[in-house]
T-cell receptor
Framework: AQTVTQSQPEMSVQEAETVTLSCTYDTSESDYYLFWYKQPPSRQMILVIRQEAYKQQNATENRFSVNFQKAAKSFSLKISDSQLGDAAMYFCAYRTRLGRVSNSGYALNFGKGTSLLVTP | NAGVTQTPKFQVLKTGQSMTLQCAQDMNHEYMSWYRQDPGMGLRLIHYSVGAGITDQGEVPNGYNVSRSTTEDFPLRLLSAAPSQTSVYFC?????????????FGPGTRLLVL
């Protein structure tokens, strides 16, 4: 079974600084997808960024970028120029195939999350 | 589009009661799923559906039933609520295939079982 590990329960960063959130995963698949989701106090799950394993280039979305190390099974999220609105829980997720139903879709396998605090 | 909607936002149940958590999406997505989120945990898959009339179990299905009579709706039923089912429940729907896949989450239903 695939597992996703986020080793940092909490992180803190000052406004305008850069912070990196860690994520490692375990899989025997060669083609898969990785995601970072943000969950603010409203509890809404918001997709931050996605990475396709077949792509060597790291994904970027404005101030958010990833460091994807496929051999090491590592997928960290870097937030640059941190803003107060970035404060939230951040979840790393791996997309796995469900497989028991024909034409089955995929489920997201989540880590336990990292709580990010942004200080003025 | 309203996206993925869930009702109620918050519910208190007594042990042994049954209830249905509602989920609807207006994006014509074939794939829908239910997750639960417990304190200190990520989301875990309860049940999913790949289209009307087709459902299957996820990682933690015990104590829950689902049905999918229409593309739009995917209700989650608690048959006999237990305190262990106290959690926040998220419904999600997915568009696209393969590399174009994007999953949308509802706002969540917070359930407290006494």
């Amino acid at each position: 079974a695939q597992t996703v590990t986020q080793s940092q329960p909490e992180m803190s960063v000052q406004e305008a600084e850069t912070v990196t959130l860690s994520c490692t995963y375990d899989t025997s698949e060669s083609d898969y997808y990785l995601f970072w989701y943000k969950q603010p106090p409203s509890r809404q799950m918001i997709l931050v960024i996605r990475q396709e394993a077949y792509k060597q280039q790291n994904a970027t979305e404005n101030r958010f970028s990833v460091n994807f190390q496929k051999a090491a099974k590592s997928f960290s999220l870097k937030i640059s120029d941190s803003q107060l609105g970035d404060a939230a829980m951040y979840f790393c997720a791996y997309r796995t195939r469900l497989g028991r139903v024909s034409n089955s879709g995929y489920a997201l396998n989540f880590g336990k999350g990292t709580s990010l605090l942004v200080t003025p | 589009n309203a996206g993925v909607t869930q009702t109620p936002k918050f519910q208190v149940l007594k042990t042994g009661q049954s209830m249905t958590l509602q989920c609807a999406q207006d994006m014509n997505h074939e794939y829908m799923s239910w997750y639960r989120q417990d304190p200190g945990m990520g989301l875990r898959l309860i049940h999913y559906s790949v289209g009307a009339g087709i459902t299957d179990q996820g990682e933690v299905p015990n104590g829950y039933n689902v049905s999918r009579s229409t593309t739009e709706d995917f209700p989650l039923r608690l048959l006999s609520a237990a305190p262990s089912q106290t959690s926040v429940y998220f419904c999600a729907s997915r568009t696209g295939q393969g590399r174009q896949e994007t999953q949308y989450f509802g706002p969540g239903t917070r359930l407290l079982v006494l």
